[in-house]
């Protein structure tokens, strides 16, 4: 899950380097934690938040794959 929403973040922004995404293993679900540079945050949630549902879409659908639930936080 880290690795598929590393992948997007790094194929959306201007700064792919600056892309890090954090894994935090809860009781119930795991948070990833996607941080990019301030000036990428536009290309990342898109507007009216598409680009950022569609991320979490997709990462829910590859946690499934696996019989785990994900929650998707991006952080400025």
């Not at 590393?6 to 795991?30: F, H, Q, R």
């Not at 996607?34 to 990342?44: E, I, T, W, Y």
């Not at 898109?46 to 549902?53: N, P």
């Amino acid at each position: 899950m880290k690795e598929v929403l590393e992948v997007l973040a790094k194929s959306l922004v201007d700064n792919p380097d600056e892309v890090s995404v954090t894994e935090i293993e809860g009781e119930y679900e795991t948070v990833l934690e996607l941080r990019v540079a301030d000036g990428d945050m536009g290309k990342v949630i898109g507007k009216q938040g598409r680009i950022a549902k569609a991320i979490r879409t997709v990462v829910k659908a590859a946690a499934n794959r696996e019989n785990k639930r994900a929650v998707v936080e991006i952080i400025g």
